[in-house]
């Protein structure tokens, strides 16, 4: 066996060995990005309940009672609670309890219409999460249903009652109930193709998620308001060409290796080949010398 066998030789074994890693990658790859998304929100919600024992809570009611002259969660619940319409605060209840349920569901049709985009679609949605942290923890807020002649309908009604597991009633502000539907809204319109008709369920749900809230005295309309402003701004961290261009200089550049992790779950590259003539090496002459 001469020099140029043993190339080839190598060659060989080291394109079995990229692929046989290739393969792998593809096949846990989507595990590991499920994985992943609910390793990170272990984390999210721990910090989330450091902020019920930071500040003093704030209180949005007088702001909003001298936006609009009454509470709307107050107006709303004097002109809808009081007529007993149980279907209708039923129908707020299956709205909030849908909204735990969001990212499965979307994320699994991400990976049906574009998989590729799989991994982006719960960084966005991380992002929101950890953001609203900063929030929760130095901005705390009452909520609602706290106030004087405000019900709790969500109690107040026989339905399943979830509520007493949240662990920081104060983290209020912004609304993730209205957030998180519309930073899904913005992804599939400014980031999808095939996927880009669901942005128009998320943009319904978090419409009307958003006004449900406010009636059931989960939420005041400035922390719905402030939900819709954050998921803008996870948008602008992931489109703006300026932030995009800094994460490339951040050393070690962990946004490419993330992006070429994805592509590499994803991609259908044909196996490579040798040339079936390798380049002949130089191989010097001894006779020469």
């Not at 190339?7 to 992943?36: D, F, H, N």
């Not at 991400?110 to 953001?131: D, G, H, N, P, S």
Request: charged share 15%; hydrophobic share 55%.
């Amino acid at each position: 066996m001469n020099l140029t066998d043993d190339v080839t030789a190598v060659g060989s074994a080291a394109i079995g060995y990229r692929q046989l890693a290739l393969r792998l990658v593809r096949l846990s790859g989507p595990t590991l990005i499920w994985a992943a998304y609910l390793a990170l929100i272990v984390p999210y919600a721990a910090l989330r309940a450091i902020g019920a024992h930071t500040f003093r809570p704030y209180d949005l009611g007088k702001i909003e009672g001298a936006l609009f002259g009454i509470e709307p969660t107050r107006f709303l619940q004097q002109h809808i609670y009081t007529h007993n319409l149980v279907w209708f605060d039923f129908a707020g209840w299956i709205l909030h309890l849908s909204w735990f349920f969001l990212p499965f569901v979307f994320g699994a049709l991400v990976m049906v219409f574009e998989r590729r985009r799989t991994m982006e679609f719960f960084a966005w949605a991380l992002a929101a999460y950890y953001l609203s942290d900063i929030f929760f923890i130095v901005f705390p807020v009452r909520p609602p249903w706290m106030e004087p002649g405000i019900v709790r309908i969500l109690m107040e009604r026989s339905f399943v009652h979830y509520t007493q597991l949240d662990d920081n009633p104060f983290a209020a502000f912004p609304s993730m109930h209205s957030c998180l539907p519309m930073v899904m809204t913005l992804f599939f319109f400014l980031r999808c193709e095939r996927a880009r008709f669901l942005g128009w369920f998320t943009g319904t749900f978090a419409l009307l998620i958003g006004f449900a809230v406010v009636y059931l005295g989960e939420h005041w309309v400035l922390d719905v308001v402030a939900g819709y402003a954050l998921a803008g701004g996870v948008a602008v961290l992931f489109m703006h060409r300026g932030l995009r261009r800094w994460y490339a200089r951040i050393p070690g550049d962990p946004v490419g290796l993330v992006v070429r992790f994805n592509d590499a779950i994803w991609a259908k590259e044909p196996a490579p080949t040798l040339d079936a003539s390798p380049i002949p090496l130089e191989v010097p002459d001894r006779k020469a010398a």
